[in-house]
């Protein structure tokens, strides 16, 4: 089962139940690939982002009584994790470790399309990334994804299509 085929309130029922040790490793193992990948597009370095998961888990069990049940709780903990990524960014020095971000969690068939799939994506701005990545491989939708970034629906719209738009021309041009 994968964090997109698990409905909104069957993921909320494991965050709620988060201090339970059952839910907590359920939860653990349903969330620690997307909160990986996504850790992975902000912070370009395999060990930071591992120790993001660690660090975003440890947050999640820590203050799930803040959680709102109003909200959705992919968009809280997706929040939590570039919140979390952001601050580990601004307490190091910028390092960009390419190799690391080249380790995709995206499946292709020929290791000659995941070279091209990584090679285009560092033609994109970190935040075109994002959106590409949270929208394509995580599944979020494009109000979800102005919530977790902190933007309006318009503005993710536009720079989604524009950073596909860019993917396409790359691609064409090779």
Do not use: C
Request: aromatic share 8%; net charge neutral; hydrophobic share 35%.
């Amino acid at each position: 089962m994968s964090p997109s085929t698990l409905s909104d309130s069957s993921l909320e029922q494991l965050l709620l139940n988060i201090k339970q040790e059952d839910s907590f490793h359920e939860l653990y193992l349903l969330l620690k690939a997307p909160i990986y990948g996504y850790s992975l597009t902000i912070l370009k370095n395999r060990e930071d982002a591992l120790d993001n998961v660690q660090d975003v888990f440890i947050t999640l069990y820590n203050q799930i009584d803040t959680y709102d049940q109003k909200n959705k709780p992919m968009n809280w903990i997706f929040t939590i994790t570039k919140n979390k990524a952001i601050s580990k960014l601004r307490k190091q020095k910028p390092t960009i470790d390419i190799e690391e971000y080249r380790e995709t969690p995206i499946k292709f068939a020929k290791e000659e399309d995941r070279v091209l799939f990584n090679i285009l994506m560092e033609q994109l701005s970190e935040e075109e990334r994002t959106i590409i990545l949270l929208h394509l491989l995580w599944g979020f939708k494009h109000r979800e994804i102005a919530d977790i970034l902190n933007s309006k629906v318009s503005t993710i719209l536009s720079k989604y299509h524009r950073a596909i738009k860019k993917l396409k021309e790359m691609e064409a041009n090779r």
